[in-house]
């Protein structure tokens, strides 16, 4: 079964700061990776989508980037954190033919 | 836009009883929605899915209705139980997700009662 490794849990950083969470997965090969964000009463908002190595496509215009450097690495950046990106981030991995699995989130607190 | 739509934040029922969490969405080209449960500080896991050819599915205390029509859906836990006290999140595949991904709704916070 898949796992999904995420870290930090927790991050506060503050504002104008870089970022870099990563998620590893194990379990599967070759998976579709995704960045989900939640902030806080709204639902889970895919940032990013990742079909194989350097491949990333975007569904809404932000102040993050992901890159996939290995097959099963996603990692999610910023240059300069903005309050706006506070937030609970999610990375899943899926196909097309089966379920989502997540990865147990980071809270990220932008001061 | 939303895609996916759960009306109704929170929801309380009483242990024993039947708990009932509604979804709609609007994109017709969904073809496949998942049902996705939620503890505080944890992601999101896999709870029932079902396919659009469908309008029933069931996995124990779990039934998932799919109303095509309507394009509506429906998750029935019953009997309810402590353990089920969690947000709800309703999700769809396919146009609207982009490559797989999947649209989610802003879920519905159970709140099971003693």
């Known amino acids: 079964s898949q796992t999904i490794h995420q870290w930090p849990a927790t991050l506060v950083q503050p504002v104008g700061s870089p970022l870099s969470l990563e998620c590893t997965v194990e379990?599967?090969?070759?998976?579709?990776l995704y960045w989900y964000r939640q902030a806080a009463g709204r639902g889970l908002q895919l940032l990013f989508y990742?079909?194989?190595?350097?491949?990333i496509s975007s569904e809404v215009p932000q102040n993050l980037s992901a890159s996939r450097p290995q097959d099963r690495q996603f990692i999610l950046s910023s240059k300069k954190l903005l309050l706006s990106d506070s937030g609970f981030y999610l990375c899943?991995?899926?196909?097309?033919?089966?379920?989502?699995?997540f990865g147990q989130g980071t809270r990220l607190t932008v001061v | 836009d939303q895609q996916v739509k759960q009306n109704s934040p929170s929801l309380s029922v009483q242990e024993g009883r039947i708990s009932i969490l509604n979804c709609d969405y609007t994109?017709?080209?969904?073809?496949?929605f998942l049902w996705y449960k939620k503890y505080p500080a944890e992601g999101p896991t896999f709870l029932i899915s079902?396919?659009?050819?469908?309008d029933k599915n069931e996995d124990g205390r779990f039934t998932v209705f799919l109303n095509k029509s309507a394009k509506h859906l429906s998750l029935h836990i019953v009997p309810s139980q402590p353990g089920d006290s969690a947000v709800y999140f309703c999700?769809?595949?396919?146009?609207?997700?982009?490559?797989?991904?999947?649209?989610f709704g802003k879920g519905t916070h159970l709140i099971i009662q003693p």
């Open positions: 899943a991995a899926g196909g097309r033919i089966t379920e989502a699995f």
């Open positions: 379990g599967t090969s070759n998976p579709n």
């Open positions: 990742s079909v194989g190595i350097g491949q």
């Open positions: 994109n017709s080209m969904f073809d496949y």
């Open positions: 079902i396919s659009s050819i469908k």
């Open positions: 999700a769809a595949r396919g146009e609207g997700g982009g490559a797989d991904g999947l649209t």
